[in-house]
């Protein structure tokens, strides 16, 4: 049976216990925001001091698990009208069912006397108010980044033509299949400043790739195959246009085809493990700096090397990912983001890290470019986010 995913839950950030509560909740093939109104509950006394009393946890984000549990409590009294509503979810099915789910409002009610929330359907969004996921290719500033790879190319598709393979436990896609071939879906999250740095690795790997195939033959790095770019006339046609209102359509990139790196987790998550062995972590160690090496000679920097961004394939081998550029504090200081130093520094620390869970230190011979401090690219603000 399919899950029900709460994907967020929204409040007043300013202590009002007159706050609404909502939650944004993915279920089957459906997206639903359920809302609960302390002015309708309010007909009843018990309600109200329950939605009072979940407004006060959720403000106070208390640590102990009661968040958790007040987001499934209110999650509970929907669930056999979600499941009424929601489309089935095929075991394959297309990326566009994803991305533009059906979305339904429901609201909490409740009889007078009664200690009992009534789930209620109050209405479907309209084109208008859903929010349409990507980045319009038009946009300014995503046009530098992007431009260089619509020039070069790479091959582009719709989200129609992309099959679901595997989700997160988000409920959101990872494995697809394309033209026979099996990819990494990463979403294009508007706003995501560090997505613009990305593009511009990807964009200089595979210039280099073609330039001088030799440069990054072997190394093992993720790489972008291809840009999902969705037409909003085609892909929102259930969306009905509010009465009146005008439709802005355009064309949107909504996601990144990224190598499917098949793997058993990340450095972080195995090297510790008893039944890694040394040899483990040394080859895992050599096979890092042969990668920063080669993308260093290739002109693009790692940016966040940390252990959550090297995975370990079903052979043992280890895969650089992430190339969104910002950093990790303790593993690379902030004034060397984003450099060949910066890189450096971070491997030398995992090299560390790494024998803290071996019998004998692991040591490499330092490489050409270690203790550089040019600084190569944009700098850029941000988080970091690993997709793969």
Not at 112 to 121: A, D, E, G, L, V
Not at 369 to 376: A, I, L, P, Y
Request: some cysteine; proline content about 5%.
């Amino acid at each position: 049976m399919q899950e029900f995913y709460i994907e967020c839950i929204t409040w007043e950030t300013t202590f009002n216990l007159d706050s609404e509560i909502t939650l944004y909740v993915r279920h089957g093939g459906a997206a639903f925001r359920i809302c609960y109104d302390p002015r309708i509950l309010a007909v009843s006394p018990s309600v109200l001091d329950q939605h009072h009393e979940s407004y006060r946890i959720l403000h106070n984000d208390n640590p102990d698990g009661e968040f958790l549990e007040v987001a499934e409590r209110l999650r509970k009294p929907f669930e056999e009208l979600m499941t009424q509503m929601a489309p089935p979810m095929e075991s394959i099915r297309h990326l566009h069912s994803y991305l533009y789910p059906p979305w339904f409002i429901l609201e909490a009610s409740v009889a007078k006397s009664s200690s009992h929330i009534q789930p209620h359907f109050k209405l479907a969004l309209s084109r208008q108010e859903f929010m349409r996921p990507g980045d319009y290719v038009t946009n300014n500033f995503l046009q530098a980044h992007l431009s260089p790879l619509l020039n070069s190319k790479l091959n582009q598709y719709s989200s129609r033509q992309v099959q679901v393979l595997a989700q997160t436990p988000q409920l959101v896609p990872s494995r697809v299949l394309v033209d026979g071939t099996v990819y990494f879906f990463k979403p294009w999250v508007s706003g995501r400043v560090h997505g613009y740095h990305e593009l511009q690795s990807y964009r200089k790997i595979l210039a280099d790739t073609k330039a001088s195939p030799p440069l990054l033959a072997d190394a093992r790095i993720c790489r972008l195959y291809g840009l999902i770019i969705d037409n909003d006339d085609d892909v929102l046609q259930h969306y009905p246009l509010d009465n009146g209102e005008e439709d802005h359509s355009g064309t949107r990139l909504v996601g990144l085809l990224l190598t499917c790196i098949e793997n058993r987790g990340t450095l972080k998550d195995l090297a510790p493990w008893d039944d890694c062995t040394n040899e483990d972590r040394l080859r895992w160690s050599g096979q890092i700096h042969h990668a920063v090496e080669c993308l260093h000679n290739a002109g693009v920097i790692w940016g966040d090397a940390k252990p959550e961004n090297v995975l370990i394939d079903m052979e043992g081998d280890a895969w650089l990912i992430d190339f969104g550029g910002s950093y990790t504090p303790g593993w690379v200081d902030e004034d060397k983001r984003e450099t060949v130093e910066g890189d450096w520094q971070g491997v030398q620390r995992i090299d560390d890290w790494l024998t803290r869970w071996s019998r004998q230190p692991v040591t490499r011979i330092k490489r050409s470019g270690e203790g550089e401090g040019r600084r190569q690219g944009e700098s850029f603000e941000g988080g970091k986010e690993v997709g793969l």
